[in-house]
């Protein structure tokens, strides 16, 4: 990759500054992942800041997920990940229990969209997987935590048979944050009643039919807005 048209940064703020420069080096020139990236000498040369400054700016980029860095090898472009980007938000939401409810509602607007396409596009093998985890969650006298994983893995298989990297980044910020409010549904509402929606959410997908696909994952979600109402500390209104 070609260097001639780094330029030394500006004697202000040098880590930020090399930081947006990575961000428009590799957006800017679309380059592709796994693509390298000029050595650190060579950045640090070309850009007028020091070994320390540069490396502290490298991990910022590469904790949002933009390059990746490899013990005595040059950086080199991330793959796309909806991981990063989704950690970055659990952290920020996680920072106020009061967005439950809300974090709720947006998830089963999301949830309601994602289940009308993955009853068009389900593979035969996201299909099976739905069935071992209908199985698996029909064991008795298991503990909660077994359930909540059961309840957790049965959204995940529905939003990976949509392949939309979009929807993962934006449901997978928010089920993490939603692990104890499941657990109180499933607590209070009992394993049974999320279980039948489930069957029949996975029964509208096997037929492929986003209609009732949507209508009984609406009911599901509603199920679990409700539960978050009721389970609501007095001080959080």
Same mark, same amino acid.
């Given at each position: 990759?070609?260097i001639e048209?780094?330029?030394?940064?500006? *004697? @202000?703020d040098?880590?930020n500054?090399?930081?947006?420069?990575?961000?428009?080096?590799?957006?800017?020139?679309?380059?592709? +992942?796994?693509t390298?990236l000029p050595?650190?000498?060579e950045?640090?040369?070309?850009? $007028?800041?020091?070994?320390f400054?540069?490396?502290?700016?490298?991990?910022?980029?590469?904790?949002? $997920?933009?390059?990746?860095?490899s013990?005595?090898? @040059?950086?080199?472009?991330?793959?796309?990940?909806?991981?990063?980007v989704?950690n970055?938000?659990?952290?920020?939401?996680?920072?106020?229990?009061? *967005?439950?409810?809300?974090? =709720?509602?947006?998830? =089963? $607007?999301l949830?309601?969209?994602?289940v @009308?396409?993955? =009853?068009?596009k389900?593979?035969?093998?996201?299909l099976?997987?739905?069935?071992?985890?209908?199985?698996?969650?029909?064991?008795?006298?298991?503990?909660?935590?077994?359930?909540?994983?059961?309840?957790?893995?049965?959204?995940e298989?529905?939003?990976?048979?949509?392949?939309?990297?979009?929807?993962?980044?934006?449901?997978?910020?928010?089920? +993490?944050?939603?692990?104890?409010?499941r657990?109180?549904?499933?607590?209070?509402? $009992?394993? #049974?009643?999320?279980?039948?929606?489930?069957?029949?959410?996975?029964?509208?997908?096997?037929?492929?039919?986003?209609?009732? =696909? #949507? #209508?009984?994952?609406?009911?599901?979600?509603? *199920?679990?807005?409700?539960?978050?109402?009721?389970?609501?500390?007095?001080? #959080?209104?």
């Open positions: 990759m070609s048209k780094i330029r030394k940064l500006e *004697n @202000r040098r880590i500054q090399i930081v947006e420069f990575l961000h428009s080096l590799i957006l800017d020139q679309g380059l592709a +992942p796994g390298e050595s650190e000498k950045l640090a040369q070309r850009l $007028g800041v020091s070994r400054s540069l490396r502290e700016a490298l991990r910022i980029a590469e904790t949002q $997920g933009l390059i990746k860095i013990q005595g090898k @040059r950086p080199t472009v991330a793959s796309p990940s909806s991981h990063t989704s970055i938000l659990r952290i920020a939401l996680q920072r106020s229990t009061k *967005n439950l409810l809300d974090l =709720a509602i947006a998830r =089963a $607007g949830e309601c969209k994602i @009308r396409i993955a =009853a068009e389900i593979s035969p093998q996201d099976s997987a739905l069935e071992e985890n209908l199985k698996l969650m029909e064991i008795p006298n298991r503990k909660l935590d077994y359930y909540v994983q059961k309840d957790l893995e049965f959204h298989i529905i939003l990976r048979s949509t392949g939309s990297m979009v929807f993962e980044i934006m449901l997978s910020s928010v089920t +993490p944050l939603l692990y104890e409010s657990a109180q549904t499933l607590a209070t509402g $009992g394993v #049974e009643r999320a279980l039948q929606l489930h069957r029949e959410i996975y029964q509208a997908l096997k037929d492929h039919d986003p209609d009732r =696909a #949507e #209508e009984k994952m609406e009911r599901h979600m509603q *199920n679990a807005v409700e539960d978050i109402l009721a389970s609501r500390l007095p001080e #959080e209104g």
